[in-house]
């Protein structure tokens, strides 16, 4: 069983490592955003299915990091490697920032306050207008590396999901989740709740830094309604909720699926495709929180590492 | 020999009620103690206070020499205090064997032995891969006593083990608390039968409304008249 | 930013801020009756005071009735449209984890928004009445913003007295302590729960209908309130219904302040710092003595 999983998703790998060769422009892009969305509810998944703690402001991350990889690009002259990987260490040292304070926060109220990170993050970026070119935007020098960004998106995702895979195969994915199960318990049996749920956040925040300044690279322009929007952490959750939170190919599958469904919607629907998904959203929270895989893994007793 | 608990002026209130009025005990390894009262006399409380759960408003408690009233309830639980709950706080969405090497560190193989072999010792070992929440209420109580067994605490506290637990369940768990006190173990229980309570315990303290009104051995409780008084009405 | 600061400023700022504070009061106290008693956090807050903002709205430009007696009316059609709402969606995350009610609350926020830019286009409308400013001393008051308040004060009033004095007001009081002994106690609660949600849209409702005459109203023009309620309840700790009012003021004045002293770009992140650092030193709020 487990053989025949590990060639197909062998030959899948193949096949997208492959694809830019003889996929068209709108499929590369298309791909690379399902990469990006695997990123995003992958990382989310990390903090909020794992531990409980939902962050409902995780696009900030995936903001702080495009914000950094344009500016580094444009106003220090980096390439965009490393301009990435800075995005990333960006997002992780807001992670930092806000999470000290933030995780002491029982749930309704961690989610109040990621909610509000968002906003203001936007109206910091407006300010430092001299930096970030405010209301206006970042214009990047032009550069088409949409076949290498496809790759980078993709590692990145693999790496996500592989990273998920490791915690959730330790025993600090079990202490992590134990903060979810009983937090109170979990300090009592001497699990450092705090420090665990910084360290999952941190993690949680390095994934959508670099997709965010990958993402800035791409489209080569960015601004702050564009990188800050509420209705990208939703998505993200939505996805990693469809696909089953807490599980390891659950937001992989989350983001495939509903990337796909809101294509065929922008499509075919394009007054109504918010309205639709919006139902779709309610849809999902109300039928199945616990996602595809969350209901097949309680039913059938499927291992952790689904 | 040196007290393994020592506690020192406890006092804890809760906007008006005072639930733990300046309560003084000790407590010395290879004992076994009771904590018995009425319904609020503040038994849980002070369990609380102790291992951190709850921040005292007066007192101390001292564990081994060193003084723990400061610390996050997960110091004080590495510094070997381990406790049961009132009602039970198993991970349900994790396995009864998951349940157990969560709470260690280090060699993952060893603990992984540990976790069942204390299972096999509450015979749950067949039920290692089971949810816990799927579990009955006297198996997860069970678990949740080997879990509390994992880390080899010098001092546990137990908070009415016997409650919903059938006789045989209850034999075993009492023969465990007797074996963990011959290894060297100070075990406190709060509990409301009183079978147990004068079986196992070799010292007994009585908690009214806050305030400790007795402390000795089992009949000498059984017979004070202040005890009976709480118990049985003014 | 080298202007000087008079008093004169400082005062002008204090008395705007006292002035949109009661306005966030109002419209939070719906948001705080809605998470006090459902624990539900309604991320659609902001669009059903939107929607209030519409009903005034076409009232006036349709029937040419005063603005000021339509507010009456908008929170009366917005109570039956929250009632509505709770009945057949959000009764099922009635105290479920808060992701649900989060997301659910965003669907309906989503689709109420988009309705409105389907029925109504993002065009934005706009009140025209009472646009003058009165002169206090060495104070400009704006008239519209003033009955605003007014109306704010008397209807948070009214939503106090009836909290306190009525049995249903009671029963929701109760219910938002503790579900499970108001129903021992005999407590229709999913009545409770309907009403509740009904009333907090009736004040988002009732804030939208004020605002209506003073800024310009659009499809997307709840948003930023969904936010400030939420930084509202938590400054008075939800469930904690004079925090909310504690809570608008400061938020208010702080507001005001923060766009006299820094510039009005920052004033949201100020008040998000003060968030910040409230829930640091009181996680419960700043009056806390209900722990809901």
Redesign the interface.
């Not at chain 1, 109170?184 to 709740?193: K, Q, S, Y």
């Given at each position: 069983m487990i053989r025949a999983f590990l060639a197909t998703l062998a030959g899948v790998l193949v096949l997208l490592a492959v694809y830019p060769t003889f996929g068209t422009g709108y499929g590369v892009r298309a791909t690379q955003q399902v990469f990006m969305w695997i990123v995003l509810a992958g990382s989310w998944n990390l903090i909020?299915g794992l531990t409980?703690y939902?962050s409902?402001g995780h696009v900030a991350f995936y903001g702080i990091g495009a914000y950094a990889g344009a500016i580094l690009v444009t106003r220090a002259g980096w390439a965009w490697e490393p301009a990435a990987l800075a995005g990333g260490l960006a997002a992780c040292l807001l992670a930092v920032l806000i999470g000290y304070?933030?995780l002491?926060?029982?749930?309704?109220?961690f989610?109040?306050?990621m909610?509000?990170?968002n906003?203001?993050l936007r109206?910091?970026v407006?300010?430092f207008e001299g930096l970030t070119g405010g209301g206006s935007g970042l214009s990047l020098p032009t550069l088409d590396a949409s076949v290498p960004i496809y790759y980078a998106m993709g590692l990145t995702a693999m790496l996500v999901t592989l990273l998920t895979y490791r915690i959730v195969t330790s025993?600090f994915g079990?202490?992590l989740?134990?903060i979810?199960?009983?937090e109170?318990?979990?300090?009592?049996?001497?699990?450092?709740?705090a420090r665990h749920k910084l360290g999952a956040f941190i993690l949680s925040a390095a994934g959508p830094g670099i997709a965010g300044a990958l993402t800035a690279r791409d489209q080569g322009y960015i601004e702050p309604v564009s990188v800050f929007p509420?209705?990208m952490t939703?998505t993200m959750?939505?996805m990693a909720?469809f696909g089953g939170k807490g599980t390891v190919w659950g937001p992989v599958l989350g983001a495939a699926v509903l990337f796909v469904a809101q294509e065929m919607l922008w499509a075919r629907f394009p007054?109504?495709h918010?309205?639709l998904?919006?139902?779709i959203?309610?849809a999902?929270?109300?039928l199945m929180?616990r996602g595809v895989l969350g209901i097949l893994q309680m039913k059938y007793r499927l291992p952790r590492t689904i | 020999m040196a007290a393994v608990l020592e506690v020192d002026g406890l006092r804890k209130r809760f906007g008006g009620v005072t639930a733990v009025n300046g309560v003084s005990l000790a407590l010395e390894a290879r004992r076994i103690y009771g904590l018995i009262g009425p319904n609020g006399s503040g038994k849980t409380t002070f369990f609380n206070c102790i291992?951190?759960?709850e921040r005292r408003d007066a007192g101390r408690v001292i564990f081994k020499g060193e003084r723990i009233d400061q610390l996050?309830?997960?110091q004080i639980?590495?510094r070997g205090i381990?406790?049961t709950?009132q009602v039970i706080?198993?991970?349900?969405?994790?396995t009864a064997l998951?349940n157990l090497?969560?709470?260690?560190?280090g060699d993952?193989g060893a603990?992984g032995r540990r976790a069942r072999e204390l299972l096999g010792l509450v015979r749950l070992d067949g039920l290692r891969n089971e949810y816990a929440g799927n579990l009955s209420y006297g198996q997860q109580k069970l678990v949740e006593f080997a879990?509390v067994l994992m880390?080899d605490p010098a001092l546990i506290l137990l908070d009415e083990p016997a409650a919903g637990v059938n006789r045989t369940l209850l034999n075993d768990l009492l023969e465990a608390v007797r074996r963990l006190r011959d290894q060297g173990a100070t075990v406190l229980l709060v509990e409301h039968d009183m079978k147990v309570v004068m079986g196992l315990c070799e010292t007994v303290f009585v908690l009214d409304h806050g305030d400790k009104i007795a402390e000795g051995p089992p009949g000498a409780i059984q017979a004070d008249e202040r005890v009976i008084e709480a118990y049985f009405g003014r | 930013m080298n202007v000087v600061i008079t008093p004169e400023m400082v005062g002008q700022v204090v008395i705007s801020g006292i002035l949109s504070g009661a306005l966030y009061a109002m419209v939070a106290l719906g948001l705080a009756l809605i998470?006090g008693v459902m624990?539900v956090?309604n991320?659609a807050h902001g669009p059903l005071l939107m929607l209030g903002a519409y009903v005034t709205y076409f009232l006036f430009s349709g029937l040419g009735l005063n603005p000021y007696l339509t507010v009456p009316v908008s929170m009366a059609v917005m109570f039956v449209v929250g009632v509505i709402l709770q009945r057949t969606?959000v009764f099922?995350?009635v105290n479920a984890?808060?992701?649900?009610s989060?997301?659910?609350t965003?669907?309906?926020?989503?689709?109420l928004v988009?309705?409105a830019q389907?029925a109504f286009t993002s065009d934005l409308r706009a009140i025209e009445y009472l646009t003058r400013s009165f002169v206090v001393g060495p104070f400009a008051i704006s008239g519209s913003r003033f009955i605003a308040f007014l109306f704010a004060i008397a209807v948070t009033a009214l939503a106090f007295l009836f909290l306190q004095r009525t049995k249903l007001g009671k029963a929701i009081r109760a219910t938002s302590q503790s579900a499970e002994v108001a129903m021992v106690c005999g407590i229709d609660v999913s009545r409770v729960h309907m009403i509740t949600f009904g009333l907090g849209a009736a004040l988002a409702a009732g804030g939208g209908a004020l605002i209506a005459v003073v800024i310009a109203i659009q499809p997307e023009m709840g948003q930023?309130w969904t936010?400030k309620s939420?930084?509202v309840i938590?400054l008075g700790g939800?469930g904690n219904y004079p925090g909310a009012l504690l809570g608008g003021l400061l938020l208010g004045l702080v507001e005001q302040l923060a766009s006299l002293f820094l510039?009005t770009?920052?004033s949201?992140?100020v008040a998000?710092l003060l968030?910040?650092v409230v829930?640091?030193l009181r996680?419960s709020g700043l009056l806390s003595g209900r722990q809901t």
């Open positions: 909020s409980g939902v409902f304070p933030c002491r926060l029982k749930g309704p109220y989610a109040i306050a909610l509000g990170l906003e203001v109206a910091l407006s300010y025993r079990l202490r989740m134990t979810r199960e009983d109170v318990a979990a300090e009592a049996m001497g699990i450092d709740t509420l209705a939703i959750i939505v909720l007054y109504l918010q309205l998904f919006g139902t959203i309610v999902v929270v109300l929180p | 291992t951190g759960l996050k309830p997960y639980a590495l381990g406790r709950f706080r198993v991970f349900p969405e994790l998951e090497i969560v709470v260690t560190r993952a603990a879990r880390r | 998470f624990r956090i991320v969606l099922r995350v984890p808060e992701l649900s989060l997301l659910l965003f669907g309906i926020s989503i689709a988009n309705l389907l930023v936010f939420f930084l938590v939800a510039t770009q920052l949201e992140v998000y968030l910040v829930l640091l996680p």
